[in-house]
């Protein structure tokens, strides 16, 4: 086996295993589906992934790399200017999320079933968050200090952000009754609460 046929195999297998840990989450998981999903035999599973431990955080970690690189490439551009840069991750944030609807459940659901998963979140992506908040926070007390913008605590944005657009997702299959014809079209409602949602945190951090 060559390696393109190597790497080939080992897509097939994470494509696999990410619909299995999203949809039955990882106690409910099961390797065999996993094989049988992909294409390959159990004993091929394991030779690419040793254990079910070891596929989760592989996903676990793609799953992140690709988050951050939409969203805190964007922020972090220096070129740009600071509201510029949140208005780029609050959008590249919500669309993350909405080629991966599945992932904020999955992740709340793995954090309160197996509060030791919070550790292999956190440090995913916990040493990124600190650099980017240590930096962020600079630029906004000095755009604050020149009447650019309000002074905001960083953090506290970041929460605001997660929050409105993760509740989106995790709430739309329960939000027909409550808003009816808002949601029969699913593209037209997300481009619509996305923008809401840009308006929302820019309007705490822009000067009147």
């Known amino acids: 086996m060559d390696n393109k046929e190597k790497q080939n195999k080992e897509q097939q297998i994470l494509a696999a295993a990410e619909q299995e840990f999203l949809t039955k989450g990882f106690d409910g998981a099961r390797t065999t589906t996993i094989a049988k999903a992909a294409g390959v035999t159990h004993a091929m599973l394991h030779y690419y992934f040793r254990t079910k431990e070891q596929l989760f955080e592989r996903i676990v970690d793609e799953k992140f790399k690709k988050m951050s ?48 998963r919070y550790e292999v979140l956190h440090k995913r992506v916990g040493l990124i968050l600190e650099t980017i908040y240590h930096d962020l926070q600079l630029e906004i007390d000095l755009a604050a200090e020149r009447d650019e913008v309000e002074r905001v605590d960083i953090k506290m944005l970041f929460i605001s952000i997660l929050s409105l657009n993760i509740f989106t997702f995790i709430a739309y299959p329960f939000m027909e009754p409550l808003i009816g014809e808002l949601t029969a079209d699913r593209e037209k409602f997300l481009a619509a609460r996305k923008a809401e949602n840009i308006e929302t945190i820019l309007r705490r951090i822009k000067k009147l």
């Not at 840069?85 to 992932?103: C, E, V, W, Y």
């Open 69 to 116: 690189q939409s969203m805190f490439a964007i922020i972090g551009d220096p070129k740009l200017p600071i509201v510029e840069r949140i208005k780029g991750s609050i959008t590249a944030h919500f669309d993350f999320i909405a080629d991966n609807p599945l992932l904020p459940r999955f992740i709340i659901n793995e954090i309160v079933s197996r509060p030791e």
